[in-house]
């Protein structure tokens, strides 16, 4: 996609004078080092300065139309936070409650349709997921909309009429990664050697699991969510995409058709960010949950 | 039951230990043994790499080939119907498993090279060395590889070069830190210190000591950072910013064809267009995603194999 | 230990066999052995590994692990058949009745629970008294344990304790309920051979006081003459013999028996000269920032042996690393044959480093478990030497009669091979560089007894044949005293003393030597007993 905002804009019969007049006024005839860096620290004072795409040529004369950038993403922000939210609030839950059951009765015909299930999941695309849905319960059986088109105004109980498939998507991609991961830290749990001697000395099935096991059992499941959060949010992206949900993701998708650069830059910016602090999280989830750096010699 | 002691000898010592399989003799047990998944996993395989090497030969049309009708339905000359611009859908599918293959698989083995030497030598010299790259694949990691590369190939242009190369290097910090951290646990096993001892290069230590007995976990490591970059490569070709057109892709094609779900109420086939690309993705990912589960059972399997 | 008056049986376990499964297939690990125990009588299960001896001690409460089966067989608890109950009957037994202590303390407690509701649980579970009660008799138990600061030691958590203290704070963990029986699966293997003498005597007196019945597995002889009232044989799941403590040590009568216990009696005899093949002086080293060994010299006269001794951290086996160049001195020189060498590995000549070998204690891991027996030993051949093709399998073959192996073994994987054979691989691929210098870290530790013998009498011939020196590293004194010359004695990574065997196995003594030696258990049954009088006098 080559060919700047500027040629953009102002289209095809641009003269070459308009263009570089325009460029100037953007800065995008400055070095881009020294204007990333600009960037960034305005960022930091909160001044994501102003997309480029309010600038498009209108109908009739109506003065600068440019938009803070910030002001453009923070109803975005709303609405992904609103969709990564409720989908982590059902796959949360059901996928712990699947994994742990799973490895209780590891080999059963449960836990080997359990498993087998988690990986048809993990082995499908959100494009995939998604247009199933679309598919079948929004165009053969029209029981959800197939656009989410949620804006301000609308109702919380509207909202999660239109937002359930994109919630239904996001949730089952996800949580066929948590349900393996737990059903894995648990087994792991089971065979270590405190457990058997727990059981040498008579504690029953439900004290193995319930006094023994999970104690230890918190932290890598913890792990094992916001590892999981960081994924969703990255999987948001096309989910958004393909229902055309107006989030932070499509957002992004559209600014870089756009060649929206401010806008770009501070989606990925807010998707980089919220990814390292969930990582670092579970880092710190995994220092703090060991024993022998909370109660040290 | 008594045993002289005096005519002890080492020759005949306790062993509960079954001969040895010849290495032809165990993949034979394997495969004999190998549960419907893994076959099921690697027909399926091997049905993707035909289609990825012969497709010039197996498609009825070409890549690019334009035809008259456009989204025209399943039937006669085209078995699934033309996209959006009339090219027909079938031998897109056929000619998308080359692209796909072949830019992952590239992309997923420059990782493997460049990661694992990283990773062995971090593992070995364990001081500056190993602090510098770690840190520095520590940060690189922190950023999501999506959205990475998806900002890069926005700046740089979406060419398939760029894809191969970014995908490539992000990739390699995964392969780093599995591969530094099996061979850390080698690393402190007495074997390496007595090839240390002997003077030996570190290119002898690290191909002929070290790596042999990580190979299975980074095998495993390539399959599953492969499913994954098949995923990233698909989403961002869904996206508009991975592959290109003309060039066939299973996930742009996805994308092309969405419009006629819509029309799935009239005619089912309509509808089950633009899924079938997505399917045949998922379809991939669930046959490797098998192989490598049998494979890991078999690595860890075998250890009671030659006890 | 108790007197042996017409007691009742509490135990009685008939024609056990037990199989296991691995490889595809079903091993047979106990093929009829039987076990009879006596109220308030102490049991000493020994044998190599491998012997069932670990499986029969679990059977004896019921217990099997997974991938185990019991075939035949009854197991009588107070006249119960342990065998036949279920999962959910035998759990009302375990903890309450019968208690177990497992070998690695560190591993079988949770990490997430404090010790003292982990001491008191299986009580405190059958509701044998109020919690409050329980915790009290805890404290108690922790001092007739000899538990430092045994009102507060509960409330710590497992890895804020050390291991010989875990492995205090398990037994009195198995005491509290006031078990039957209690099964002690090799608890002080993996001891320090001082935490060791503390941990069987609080152990003997616990048992002794309430008049418990216990099961002792080991496979140390002299630990088992301290604490068993009767001692039955093992061997590839059979029973070799059975009898009284005293009678088996005076009077054994099986082949098999009496080889356990004559390994024991090898002694060299002591030479020495003052042509040093190697001396070190006034060596320093630090790991990092923490000093590890202070102003060590040594030296090792040339053809003979030299035992350097001591226990867990004691720097005997740094002392190696910085020899052998892995570990670079901070102070101090190191003079080979004359010749100053160089701190650094890196630095040293192919020919330096050919002339000192080193043999480590784990033939497990000091192979590489992918490369067979003749490229082991090949590649230092070609390395040093030069040597390639059918001249190489020659000389490879010739080391291999050396060790008293053969040719079938090229092909091998060390994975194929048992303990003693991989060691000796580990010896010719030493011999192979033709040394002048072996360094023996700990190479007998890990095997079992007649393997050791074996190995050590190898060693010695080697001596004598080829004139080889040797620096043995080692924690055990009867080790020692079949194989040195000179003696090192080793503290926190200082030099106690050193000199000619007879010197220093005889007193005078400094302090720790003195303690060293008097801790190595005996083969007389009143040593321990005769030990703790002398210390507490």
Known sequence: MPGDFATEILGQSATKSSVEALRSELGLDKHPIPRYFEWLSNVFQGDFGSSFSGRSKVQGDQGDRSRLVVELIIPRLKNTLFLTGVSALVAIPLALLLGISAALYRNSVYDRSATGFSLVTVSSPEFFTGYIFILLLATLFPVFPTIANVNEDTSLIDRFYLTALPVFTLTLVTMGHMMRMTRSAIINILSSEYIEMAKLSGATRYEVIVKHALPNAWAPIAQVITINLAYMLIGSVVVEFVFNYQGIGRLMVGSVYNRDIPVVQACALIFASTYVILNLLADLIGIISNPRLLYPK | MSENTQSYSAKGEVSNITKRRTRFERIKIAFSKAPLSAWFGMIVLSIYLIAAFFAPFIAPHGEAEVFPVAYAPWGGEHLLGTDQIGRDILSRLIFASRNTLGICFLACTIALFIGTIFGIIAAIDRSYIDQILSRSIDTLMAIPVMIFTFILLSVFGPSNLNLILILGVLESTRFFRISRSVAVGQVVLEYVEVAKLRGEKLSYIIFREILPNIASPLIVEFGVRFIFIIFTVSSLSFLGLGIQPPAADWAAMVRENAILIQYAQYDITAGLTPLIPAAIIALLALAINFVIDWYLYITSGLKDDIK | ?537
């Not at chain 3, 000493?44 to 059977?59: D, F, P, R, V, Y």
């Not at chain 3, 061997?235 to 054994?252: A, D, F, K």
């Not at chain 3, 590489?368 to 073959?397: C, L, M, S, W």
């Not at chain 3, 010359?485 to 400094?510: A, C, F, R, T």
């Open chain 3, 1 to 537: 230990m108790t007197s042996n008056n017409k007691k009742e049986l509490l135990l009685e376990m008939k024609n056990i066999h037990i199989d296991g499964f691995s490889d595809e297939r079903w091993h047979k690990i106990l093929k009829g052995v039987d076990l009879n125990l006596y109220r308030g009588e102490i049991l000493g299960l020994i044998g190599e590994s491998g012997a069932g001896k670990s499986t029969m001690g679990k059977a004896a409460m019921g217990y099997t692990q997974p991938g185990c089966k019991i075939i035949k067989g009854e197991i009588l608890f107070n006249g119960t058949d342990l065998a036949k109950l279920t999962e959910f009957e035998k759990r009302k037994i375990w903890g309450t009745k019968i208690s177990y202590v497992a070998q690695s303390a560190a591993a079988s407690f949770n990490p997430a629970h404090r010790l003292m509701d982990q001491t008191i649980s299986a009580a405190n579970r059958a509701k044998i008294n109020p919690t409050e009660v329980l915790r009290k008799d805890a404290v108690q138990l922790y001092e007739s344990l000899q538990l430092p600061d045994a009102e507060n030691i509960g409330e710590r958590y497992p890895h804020q304790v050390s291991g010989g203290q875990l492995q205090r704070i398990m037994t009195a963990m198995a005491m509290s309920p006031r078990p039957e029986l209690i099964i002690f699966d090799e608890p002080t293997t993996a001891l320090d051979v001082t935490t060791q003498v503390e941990v069987l005597s609080a152990m003997r007196s616990i048992v002794d006081k309430f008049n418990t019945a216990a099961i002792y597995i080991t496979h140390d002889l002299a630990v088992v003459a301290q604490m068993a009232d009767r001692i039955k044989v093992l061997r590839y799941g059979e029973e070799v013999e059975e009898s009284e403590t005293r009678e088996m040590l005076s009077n054994p009568k099986e082949e098999y028996t009496k080889s356990l216990w004559s390994v024991r009696s090898l002694i060299k005899p002591e030479e020495t000269n003052e042509d040093y093949m190697l001396s070190i002086k006034n060596i320093d080293a630090a790991y990092g920032s923490s000093k590890v060994l202070h102003n060590v010299s040594v030296n090792i006269p040339r053809g003979k042996t030299v035992a350097i001794v001591g226990e867990s951290g004691s720097g005997k086996s740094t002392t190696a690393r910085v020899i052998t160049g892995l570990l670079p001195q901070t102070k101090g020189e190191i003079i080979f044959d004359g010749k100053k060498l160089s701190p650094k590995l890196e630095q040293r000549s192919k020919e330096e480093l050919r002339r000192i070998q080193i043999i480590f204690q784990m033939p497990d891991t000091a192979m590489n478990p992918k490369q067979t027996v003749d490229e082991i030993i090949g590649r230092p051949i070609e390395f040093y030497h030069g040597v390639k093709g059918k001249e190489r399998e020659a000389k490879v073959i010739e080391l291999l009669k050396m060790i008293e192996l053969d040719e079938s073994f090229l092909d091998r994987l060390p994975s194929e091979l048992s303990g003693g054979q991989k060691q000796r691989i580990c010896i010719a691929r030493a011999l192979a560089a033709n040394p002048d210098l072996i360094i023996c870290d700990e190479v007998t530790s890990a095997l079992d007894q007649i393997v050791q013998e074996g190995i050590l009498k190898l060693l010695q011939k080697l001596q004598k044949d080829l004139g080889v020196t040797y620096i043995f590293i080692t924690h055990d004194i009867a080790t020692v005293k079949a194989i040195s010359d000179e003696i090192v004695v080793m503290y926190q990574g200082e030099v106690v003393e050193q000199g000619l065997k007879s010197k220093i196995l005889n007193p005078p003594h400094p302090d720790y030597t003195e303690l060293l030696l008097s801790s190595v258990p005996e083969m007389d049954p009143d040593w321990l007993t005769n030990l703790l009088n002398k210390r507490s006098s």
